[in-house]
């Protein structure tokens, strides 16, 4: 063989050695800096407002690894997001709502699983059992939870409760106990509004899912929004019995059922910040302090408005948090989706947006020194702490379903004695609709 032929050999040899290594190379995941970071695609529902400190959450990763984000934001990402899967043009990263389209886009094959995407020791060690659960789909993690809010908030002024002699109720019995002491001192203990234009109700609705989750637990909670038990379940009823207990007592509320049904749910937020006090307390979720803030600039929060927990029911499920909150998934395996969704499991990536304010996040190892005051700090902490959080219930089920509850607080406060024919019509409506 001549000295070119062997050369020519070795050469063509060397030529597919290389090309081998690079297309195996190719086929797995670089180590992040020793491949350019590239653009990662994200879908959400966040608008104004929302867009802008996230942009900030993400500029932090922009400058460390030279990539770029790119975001989408819409109104109804669930029919958009399946129209892109779909047509084979998911976006990289998607931020959804609930947990509920996580569970069906999990099941159809649709997301990318972060077992080994994430540091799940970490991942561990930074969010409670509860949050890894409900963003696990057949054993394997599917979602991070970044964004939280509470709803098991009750809000008062202490300098009022302190001037009474009032305590802060731990359960729903001291809590009755302490609304009948107040009636007798000659204040209505509770101020309640569910006018919402055409979604009047859906404040009534936060008292049942609260109530419900703090008498029967989880698992009955959970029954129920899938439709696994009726809404003319004992359960149900006693929810909407001990909202009652509140609603339609005698001297409770000013103005009675009337008035409930009249008075905007934030309109309703300042009978207990008022001088006098109309009312010593009002249950809606940690977003009520924009409007007590809003509507009393002078009062100073913790002195003059805070809140406390929702009482238990049942001492087996006390703690037990209500709420929303938003889980990034990832649609796309990339190196830029991996590295990007690497950067939002941490904790300092949401500092910026914690600091700013309108932000709580269910990552235990944020420092809740960074929250603009004490009380967002303490609505934090709700979040972290508990050992059972779930979703509103009303927002996880179908819209007709959700139509009808809210119509079934407004005939409740109508005419409560007819509760039975109620929960009945609103499982007929249930049946159909979990049925399609």
């Not at 809010?149 to 009750?154: G, H, I, M, N, P």
């Not at 007592?249 to 103005?255: D, K, L, R």
């Not at 809003?294 to 009482?311: H, N, T």
């Not at 406060?413 to 039975?420: E, K, N, V």
Request: proline share 6%.
């Amino acid at each position: 063989m001549s000295w070119l032929k062997r050369t020519s050999i070795l050469a063509l040899t060397l030529a597919l050695l290389v090309t081998f290594v690079a297309c195996a190379a190719d086929d797995t995941e670089p180590v992040d800096g020793e491949e350019p970071i590239g653009t990662v695609s994200v879908m959400g529902v966040w608008g104004a407002g929302e867009i802008e400190p996230f942009e900030e959450v993400v500029a932090a990763w922009e400058a460390d690894t030279g990539g770029t984000m790119e975001f989408e934001g819409t109104r109804d990402l669930s029919a958009i997001l399946r129209a892109r899967v779909s047509g084979g043009n998911p976006p990289d990263l998607a931020i959804l709502p609930n947990p509920a389209l996580l569970q069906d886009f999990a099941g159809a094959g649709d997301l990318i699983a972060l077992d080994d995407v994430l540091d799940m020791g970490a991942l561990g060690d930074d969010y409670a059992d509860t949050w890894i659960d409900l963003g696990t789909v057949d054993g394997d993690l599917y979602g991070v939870f970044i964004k939280a809010a509470t709803k098991s908030t009750v809000w008062y002024n202490p300098a009022n409760f302190n001037a009474a002699g009032y305590e802060i109720p731990e359960s729903w019995d001291d809590m009755i106990a302490l609304s009948d002491q107040m009636v007798a001192d000659g204040t209505a203990p509770w101020s309640i509004g569910i006018e919402s234009g055409g979604a009047t109700g859906w404040p009534g609705t936060d008292w049942i899912q609260e109530i419900l989750l703090a008498e029967s637990g989880p698992d009955v909670y959970d029954q129920w929004v899938a439709h696994e038990i009726s809404w003319t379940d004992p359960a149900i009823k006693s929810a909407f019995e001990k909202f009652g207990e509140v609603a339609l007592a005698e001297g409770y509320v000013p103005g009675g059922a009337d008035a409930i049904l009249a008075t905007p749910f934030q309109d309703a937020s300042y009978l207990p910040f008022q001088d006098p006090p109309q009312a010593h307390m009002y249950f809606l979720g940690a977003f009520t302090q924009g409007f007590i803030a809003g509507q009393f600039p002078d009062l100073v929060p913790e002195d003059d408005y805070d809140f406390f927990k929702f009482p238990y029911v049942d001492a087996a499920y006390m703690g037990a948090v209500t709420g929303g909150a938003d889980v990034v998934v990832m649609l796309n395996d990339t190196p830029s989706a991996r590295s990007l969704m690497r950067h939002l499991a941490t904790a300092d990536a949401w500092e910026s947006w914690a600091a700013a304010g309108g932000y709580s996040s269910p990552n235990r190892s944020l420092d809740v020194s960074v929250y603009p005051d004490a009380l967002a700090a303490k609505a934090a902490e709700q979040l972290t702490e508990s050992a059972i959080f779930r979703f509103d219930a009303d927002d996880l089920m179908p819209s007709e379903v959700q139509n009808a509850y809210f119509a079934g607080i407004i005939d409740y406060l109508q005419q409560p004695d007819r509760l039975d024919a109620i929960l009945g019509e609103i499982e007929a409506v249930a049946a159909e609709a979990y049925a399609q």
